[in-house]
């Protein structure tokens, strides 16, 4: 009976022993904390995209907020809305050739990809953006992304749908040929790790490869 009851007795030492590790290690370990929420802006803070510049901000897309930087590492975030009038942002794309983080003054560009107001830039490191769509029939883009010099978007409309290119900064955009005519698109993606590279184009009605660039 002695015995049993050691036994018993060490048992229990032994799950104390356990609960208390698994005390200390709740208590020290690091848990996410929400910066968007129920007090977001938007459906709640529907992240659709999240970015980095050179300067250590990211850049958050929020649907049906808008912009969003943080400057403190993901601390807290405020709103880069100035320019933006369409807030159902899907993504943020940052170009950072030119820019310096010794110089005083360099400045990077921000192409945000909207849905319904098309690609807002802005050449201002993110202060004040303008609408750029020209040429851009379909302003519900899904995607942008630069290959090379030459941006590429990613657009889905019922009608005038597919992937658009512009060489020279979204002034002027143009569609590219060879995929089905209004095909949705709902991203796209540079391959680079094969020589040569090529462009997908991810579509409802299959993946369209692209050795040009994004031209056809």
């Known amino acids: 009976m002695k015995s049993c009851t050691q036994r018993i007795a060490k048992l229990w030492r032994r799950l104390a022993s356990i609960s208390l590790l698994t005390t200390s290690f709740v208590a020290s370990a690091q848990v996410w904390v929400p910066v968007t929420g129920v007090d977001a802006p938007g459906y709640g803070g529907i992240i659709r995209g999240m970015t980095t510049s050179n300067d250590g901000k990211i850049w958050a897309a929020i649907d049906g907020g808008g912009l969003y930087v943080s400057s403190d590492a993901g601390a807290s975030y405020t709103s880069r809305n100035v320019g933006i009038k369409e807030l159902r942002v899907f993504g943020a794309l ?13 400045t990077y560009k921000v192409y945000v990809s909207s849905f319904g107001g098309g690609v807002y830039v802005s050449t201002d490191s993110g202060a004040t953006f303008t609408p750029k769509n020209n040429g851009l029939t379909c302003t519900y883009v899904r995607n942008t992304r630069l290959v090379g010099t030459r941006l590429i978007a ?26 089905p005519a209004d095909s949705k698109v709902s991203s796209t993606t540079s391959v680079t790790s094969v020589t040569p590279n090529f462009l997908l184009a991810n579509t409802e009605t299959g993946i369209y490869k692209s050795t040009d660039n994004g031209v056809t």
């Not at 940052?94 to 360099?106: K, P």
């Not at 990613?154 to 040929?177: E, I, L, M, N, P």
Request: proline share 0%.
């Open 94 to 106: 940052i170009d950072s050739t030119g820019y310096s983080t010794t110089t005083a003054g360099s």
């Open 154 to 179: 990613a657009t889905d409309c019922d009608d005038k749908s597919g992937v658009y290119y512009s060489d020279d900064g979204a002034t002027t955009w143009k569609a590219s040929t060879g995929i």
